[in-house]
């Protein structure tokens, strides 16, 4: 979110005490999703220990919502009877999202939901809904962007991922949120669900109406972040933007082991194949014949068909690798991901004509044909990574096993190609890879090439009907329009590119039965069918994928039946998707469920955005038939989201391919959006008032921040980081610059013992940001804190703070009160009479938020220390500083053997 993180957004959130009280909630987050053994064949299986009563979700169709409908939590689907029955009962919502293959949803559900204790306090204190994210993304979009608003306030490092918990208010406005929580308190996870929920449930019923105030401000930052903003200038569709998409990738691109996800700053992170990436590089290639741009796909698709994350027995790829070297993968199989790794291993045999890549891809059609197709002729959804509660015991192997079926002989050649006898990383068992390629292993052996490539094919055959004996893992087989049309879509394409009929007929079979069995009365269709019953009304990514799938189908086959429903189901989506004030499409209908948010983005995941696929759809229908409505719908929808195309090009791959078509013909070479004027955020501005107490600190404790002029903030746009799903990621990192400059100001050279002094306290916000004021406003905001921290009897009283700015917040109804530029804190230092060190030693303690347009940062603390020597009995002092001082300070003549105190503090 798939971090994958996501989506732009306008926002001025600050992090509030009210929230800190629940960072018990965030503190947990351990993004991963790896999936789990639960269920065989589709069918929902319950442990035997856990088995008790049927409950609601025994009537669903979702495999992953069926493995918990036998807990002895209260569930309801997502509806409006769990809402109503909120708001009637006066109780909080607790939402839980996740999907059939990820390895900490089942974790939850066996070690939290299948505890009677848990689900009954759960039961007593909440509305318990339970939803499947490959049904419902718009409710799994909303609430995970929810959390990631959430953690941006709390200043959690968590990131996302699934499963998500969420506490919601009865009107589903979001608290606050986690992802997998554990049923008991723990030093490595942190408090445990009951003790979360415990405190939110306290919240609500003593600071209801602050989590109702804060819950509204998130679902408002929600609805903003999932539309794109109005840039302050036009931004042109013009070539720059696909070099600066190309310029990222190639940043992103890892020169030893392949792929275009790499992050030189973090190596070790998971590796994922991002195809829509690949497929852009491909486009600019062929347009532009660069061959260093071939290489770096041939470079990226060899080495992950080489690595563990391709299936060397049976065809296909896993979600993604753990390392870079593409070796251990998680072992889940998703549909999207074979739709997508087909698509482009297709293209590029195509291009290249490697029989390599055409046998990656024969054994990605063969896989699904075989293992992934119902009965009916579409396809299913994933295949789960456990069997027996062990991470990828179906694909791994011990040597002996090998041994076993292979003999002595065959097994040392084949643990030499296949890499078995190479460390072994994994904890399991051994993943089959290739060190090298499969000729460069024959020919060190000094084999004959064909023989040696007959007998491994027959190995492989030989090991794979040995796997087949294993206890296979769960397969999810629902039907799902969108993923079914990415699908449809590759296998059209492998059917022309490579000659495979049989591709071509699955294909077809596939996308009559969608356009059959996946639509309601009306011939709207329908998001996802199991065991004869279609539900839920389709979402924008299942129209543009299936009008694309029949795009390609019409190319393939040039049967007319193909181009005339696309012309249909396109006319239809933009009738339900398009709107005219946004000027792009909605992820949901006109006419669809009423939520939090409705979202636009042209942000891709592992598949590209539906927004950017409607494009090209779009495009490629007006040149089969002039359509000048169609172009302008694209042009709209491209103009649209070019801001974000500039600001995100390595996230928008999609669009730039979109963008690239666009550009194909030369009256398009210099479009330039109309923009509309800014959306705002207004700053009202008011003088200070009287001497603002400020810090500064101790000559050698000074923290420089660079500029420090004011920002003007009229008509600015506020976006907060999204933290991506790697932990850690999207806040500030330590080692980057504050944006507060502290500075320590006394009012004397020395301090009197047994007495008073003042101490000025300048703050230097950084250009372009902000800081809260103290008092803060609301008074959920974290305030600006000055502190004294001694090891002696010195003590800091009487702070005085300044005066502020009023920023106005779109979504709130108070205005912030913030302070920005430079200001002054004053306070009196009172030094106990028993101290008689020569100096005094002082540790000043800032707590402060930073923002500005683009960010919020975590709350943070500056500290400044140093020494300030005592003065000796009857020493005169000498005032210093005095710019620092109101002048009525600075002028007086009293003794100055004693403190003196600044008029009007």
Avoid at 11 to 18: E, K, M, T
Avoid at 344 to 352: G, L, M
Wanted: hydrophobic fraction near 35%.
């Amino acid at each position: 979110m798939s971090l994958m993180l996501r989506t732009r957004f306008a926002n001025v959130l600050r992090w509030s005490a009210v929230w800190l009280y629940c960072t018990v909630v965030s503190t947990t987050l351990q993004a991963d999703e790896r999936p789990e053994q639960a269920a065989v064949a589709g069918k929902a299986t319950v442990p035997a220990e856990h088995a008790g009563p049927a409950n609601r979700l025994s009537k669903e169709s979702s495999p992953y919502l069926l493995l918990h409908a036998h807990n002895p939590v209260d569930w309801y689907s997502w509806g409006p009877e769990a809402f109503e029955k909120a708001k009637k009962e006066g109780k909080p919502i607790f939402l839980s999202v996740g999907y059939s293959s990820c390895y900490w949803c089942h974790v939850m559900e066996r070690k939290v939901f299948s505890d009677r204790t848990i689900a009954a306090w759960m039961n007593e204190h909440f509305v318990n809904i339970k939803v499947d994210r490959e049904e419902r993304p718009d409710v799994d979009d909303i609430y995970m962007t929810s959390l990631l608003v959430y953690q941006q306030m709390v200043g959690s490092p968590g990131g996302g991922g699934w499963p998500l918990s969420m506490f919601l208010t009865p009107e589903g406005n979001p608290i606050a949120g986690a992802t997998y929580l554990p049923p008991h308190d723990s030093p490595d996870r942190g408090p445990g669900f009951l003790t979360v929920a415990r405190r939110i449930d306290d919240l609500w019923h003593q600071r209801k109406s602050d989590l109702e105030r804060m819950a509204s401000l998130i679902a408002n930052q929600v609805q903003r972040m999932g539309q794109p903003g109005v840039p302050l200038k036009p931004v042109n569709l013009a070539a720059e933007l696909l070099n600066g998409a190309i310029d990222r990738i190639r940043e992103m691109y890892d020169p030893v082991w392949g792929g275009v996800d790499f992050d030189v700053k973090r190596p070790a992170n998971p590796r994922f194949p991002n195809v829509p990436r690949l497929e852009l590089v491909l486009d600019l290639h062929e347009s532009t014949d660069d061959g260093e741009l071939l290489k770096i796909v041939e470079h990226s698709l060899t080495r992950m068909a080489q690595g563990g994350i391709h299936d060397h027995l049976g065809g296909g790829f896993h979600r993604y690798s753990t390392d870079r070297r593409w070796h251990v993968p998680h072992f889940e199989k998703m549909l999207y991901d074979q739709a997508m790794m087909l698509s482009i291993y297709t293209r590029t045999a195509s291009i290249t004509n490697s029989e390599v890549y055409r046998n990656v891809a024969v054994g990605i059609a063969d896989f699904i044909h075989h293992e992934m197709t119902t009965p009916e002729g579409a396809f299913c959804s994933a295949l789960d990574a456990e069997t027996n509660a062990i991470e990828g015991e179906y694909y791994v192997w011990t040597a002996e096993e090998i041994t076993s079926v292979l003999g002595e002989a065959g097994a040392d050649v084949f643990s030499e190609v296949y890499g078995v006898k190479e460390p072994n990383p994994f904890e399991h068992g051994i993943v089959l890879h290739l060190p090298k390629s499969v000729d460069d292993a024959i020919n060190e052996r000094q084999l004959e090439t064909t023989q040696t490539r007959g007998r491994l094919a027959s190995m492989r055959s030989r090991l794979l009907k040995a796997r087949w004996e294993r206890e296979r893992p769960l397969l999810d087989d629902k039907v799902l329009t969108a993923w079914n049309a990415l699908m449809i879509k590759s296998l059209a394409v492998s059917g022309r590119e490579l000659n495979r009929p049989q591709d071509t007929a699955a294909a077809g079979k596939a996308a009559d039965f969608l356009l059959t069995h996946l639509r309601d009365a009306d011939g709207h269709l329908l998001r996802t069918w199991r065991n004869g019953v279609a539900r839920y009304p389709a979402y924008l990514d299942d129209y543009a994928f299936l009008v694309s799938a029949l795009l390609e189908l019409h190319r393939t086959t040039q049967s007319e039946r193909w181009l005339t429903e696309a012309r249909q189901l396109a006319q239809l989506q933009n009738e339900l998707f398009y709107d005219d004030k946004l000027r792009a499409f909605y992820f949901t209908a006109k006419n669809h469920e009423k939520l939090i948010a409705r979202t636009s983005s042209a942000y891709d995941s592992v598949f590209p955005s539906a927004n950017s696929v409607t494009i090209r759809n779009l495009l490629e229908l007006d040149a089969l038939r002039e359509s000048p409505e169609l172009v302008r719908l694209a042009r709209d929808t491209l103009n649209q989201f070019a801001p974000t195309l500039q600001k995100a090009p390595g996230s928008c791959s999609g669009l730039a391919r979109a963008l690239h078509l666009w550009l194909s013909k030369p009256d398009r070479l210099a479009t330039v959006r109309s923009t509309d004027a800014p959306i705002a955020v207004t700053v009202q501005r008011q003088k200070h008032s009287k001497p603002s107490w400020q810090l500064t600190s101790l000559p050698e404790a000074t923290v420089d921040t660079s500029d420090t002029q004011r920002a003007p903030k009229e008509h600015a746009t506020f976006r907060p980081v999204i933290p991506a799903s790697t932990p850690g990621a999207g806040l500030a990192p330590p080692n980057k610059p504050k944006p507060l400059k502290v500075k320590i100001y006394p009012l004397f050279n020395k301090i009197p013992r047994k007495g008073k002094t003042y101490v000025a306290i300048e703050l230097q916000v950084k250009f372009g940001w902000h800081i809260n004021a103290n008092p803060s406003s609301p008074d959920f905001l974290i305030p600006t804190e000055l502190l004294l921290k001694s090891k002696q009897k010195i003590k800091l009283t009487r702070v005085k703070y300044p005066g502020h700015h009023e920023l106005k917040v779109e979504g709130s109804d108070e205005p912030y009160h913030v302070y920005d530029g430079k200001v002054l804190l004053y306070g009196l230092l009172e030094i106990d009479e028993n101290e008689t060190p020569q100096d005094a030693e002082l540790e000043f303690h800032v707590k402060f938020q930073g923002c500005n347009e683009n960010e919020c940062l975590p709350p943070d603390l500056i500290v400044m220390k140093g020494k300030l020597p005592f003065a000796a009995t009857g020493e005169t002092l000498k005032k210093m500083n005095l710019e620092k001082w109101p002048k009525p300070a600075a002028k007086d003549k009293s003794n100055a053997k004693a403190a003196e105190k600044p008029r009007g503090t």
